[in-house]
């Protein structure tokens, strides 16, 4: 039975069951879809739930976008310059709540740039697993400007527009196990 409650302690990302993905514009006429296979997070939540907190870093070099030729050209200098910012992070900042869902705040890093975002964010419930395992769901989605990252390539078509939009669209679905003291 799901609960739509989410229990004090320290929670960490089960990556098994979780995914961070996202898709920009590609040619002005359609999306690329891509996510990353490495990453890690942890939510603290105090008795007072508003009052939480999380942690997450991605390993900019495990991106996929099921084209391994693109895949390398954006782990080089001209995107992430993975070489150099090996690691995305994102340091939550607060949370409030909007309707029935909430806004996650934070400070996002990505090539050394670091920008304010805010994360729609869902909760989909609690839960105790056939292991006895406290679990937790939710899902985030946010918009962010590649550009205001260092992330500037520009790569102008003959035809007019991109090759690469600026526009990068982040979804994230997270499951959390409770950890035991």
């Not at 929670?11 to 514009?25: L, M």
């Not at 899902?139 to 527009?161: C, L, N, Q, W, Y």
Request: no cysteine; proline share 4%; aromatic share 8%.
């Amino acid at each position: 039975m799901t609960e739509q409650q989410l229990p004090a302690g320290t929670w960490t990302i089960d990556a098994a069951h979780s995914e961070v993905g996202f898709s920009v514009r590609h040619m002005m006429v359609s999306r690329v879809r891509g996510r990353f296979e490495k990453f890690d997070a942890t939510l603290t939540v105090p008795e007072d739930p508003f009052q939480s907190s999380v942690t997450a870093t991605i390993d900019a070099s495990s991106i996929d976008t099921n084209n391994a030729q693109r895949d390398e050209h954006v782990r080089s200098a001209d995107f992430f310059d993975v070489a150099n910012h090996p690691e995305f992070t994102f340091v939550s900042t607060g949370l409030s709540q909007k309707g029935e869902d909430f806004v996650l705040t934070g400070d996002l890093t990505i090539k050394g740039n670091t920008r304010p975002v805010e994360l729609a964010l869902e909760f989909n419930g609690s839960t105790i697993d056939p292991y006895g395992l406290r679990r937790a769901g939710f899902h985030a989605e946010t918009e962010i400007s590649r550009k205001e990252f260092g992330v500037d390539i520009h790569m102008p078509m003959e035809s007019g527009g991109v090759v690469v939009g600026d526009k990068i669209k982040i979804e994230i679905d997270a499951e959390f196990t409770l950890q035991q003291d």
